[in-house]
């Protein structure tokens, strides 16, 4: 019987997750998106103020995935939530129970905290994740369209505050 742990990542696991995020990328066939500098990450994981956490999930002492999370807000609940920005386990270890357990860890974290949800994105052809998250007991949420600003539209719609008084 494998021994599965989960734990919190420290700063000594950058390069850890660093190849994580790596094989990650190459699974969901983006690999090319991979555009981060290493110390810059490490610093919004563990510098002065966290931006997200990590969990490392390890089988019989050796790392084999990890989970990439932050805390949300839902203005309808007046609760805080966890958004699961990335979980990965790799390939050789995938049916161990690590997913599970690396998903079940975050869950009792979002209890503890007092969240009301969990939440994440998957990639609509990723079959294999979609009939795991399924089988934890997770739903697609079917009228919601994720949106997202990065880059020159970023830039510009920020450039729309330029003369307005923010307080």
Same mark, same amino acid.
């Given at each position: 019987? $494998?021994?599965?742990?989960?734990?919190?990542?420290?700063? #000594?696991?950058?390069?850890?997750? &660093? !190849?994580?995020?790596?094989? &990650? #990328?190459?699974?969901?066939?983006?690999?090319?998106?991979?555009? /981060?500098?290493? =110390?810059?990450?490490?610093?919004?994981?563990?510098? %002065?103020?966290?931006?997200?956490?990590?969990?490392?999930?390890? &089988?019989?002492?050796?790392?084999?995935?990890?989970?990439?999370?932050?805390?949300?807000? $839902?203005?309808?609940?007046?609760? %805080?939530?966890?958004?699961?920005? +990335?979980?990965?386990?790799? /390939?050789?270890?995938?049916? $161990?129970? @690590?997913?599970?357990?690396?998903? $079940? !860890? @975050?869950?009792?974290?979002?209890? +503890?905290?007092?969240?009301?949800?969990?939440?994440? /994105?998957?990639? +609509?052809?990723? =079959?294999?994740?979609?009939?795991?998250?399924?089988?934890?007991?997770?739903?697609?949420?079917? *009228?919601?369209?994720?949106?997202?600003? !990065?880059?020159?539209?970023?830039?510009? @719609? #920020?450039?729309? !505050? *330029?003369?307005?008084? @923010?307080?």
């Amino acid at each position: 019987m $494998s021994r599965i742990n989960v734990r919190p990542a420290t700063r #000594a696991d950058m390069p850890l997750i &660093l !190849t994580l995020v790596a094989e &990650l #990328a190459e699974y969901e066939k983006l690999g090319d998106q991979i555009t /981060s500098d290493p =110390e810059e990450f490490a610093n919004h994981l563990f510098g %002065p103020r966290p931006y997200a956490e990590v969990l490392i999930g390890e &089988l019989d002492g050796q790392a084999n995935g990890f989970a990439l999370f932050f805390h949300n807000f $839902s203005t309808f609940l007046g609760k %805080p939530g966890i958004y699961l920005e +990335d979980l990965y386990v790799r /390939s050789e270890t995938r049916g $161990s129970g @690590l997913g599970k357990a690396l998903l $079940s !860890t @975050l869950a009792k974290l979002a209890v +503890d905290r007092g969240c009301r949800r969990l939440e994440w /994105s998957v990639l +609509d052809w990723n =079959e294999p994740a979609i009939g795991f998250y399924k089988q934890l007991g997770a739903h697609p949420l079917e *009228d919601w369209t994720q949106f997202r600003l !990065t880059g020159g539209a970023l830039r510009d @719609l #920020a450039k729309v !505050t *330029d003369g307005l008084a @923010l307080a």
